[in-house]
């Protein structure tokens, strides 16, 4: 089940609110909307957010990011945690970009 789902159910009308910072962000201008899931993943990965990077790895497949894109993505978090974004996120954000059409 989709995490967000859950957060729907249980919290509509936060989810909605939360939803229109989401659209709000998705038309800024400034980057474009490849790069904006590229820093996602980033972010994410350095987290060691394997959730989101898997689902935000699809959505950067279809704005048309390659492999190579995402594995260097997630590569430069070793400048800011170390190993723990490459370690947990790599394996599953190569597997989630293979997956997806």
């Known amino acids: 089940m989709n995490p967000l789902d859950t957060f729907q ?3 509509p009308e936060v989810a909605k609110a939360f939803d229109g910072l989401i659209d709000a962000l998705k ?13 996602y993943i980033g972010i994410k990965s350095s987290m060691g957010d394997t959730t989101a990077v898997y689902y935000h790895v699809k959505m950067a497949k279809q704005l ?11 590569l430069i978090t070793l400048t800011v945690c170390g190993l723990k974004g490459v370690t947990s996120c790599l394996p599953t954000a190569m597997e989630a970009y293979d997956q997806a059409e």
């Open 9 to 11: 159910k249980e919290a």
């Open 64 to 74: 048309g990011a390659t492999r190579e894109e995402i594995r260097d993505t997630i």
């Open 27 to 39: 038309s800024t201008s400034g980057l474009d909307a490849k790069t904006k899931q590229l820093v």
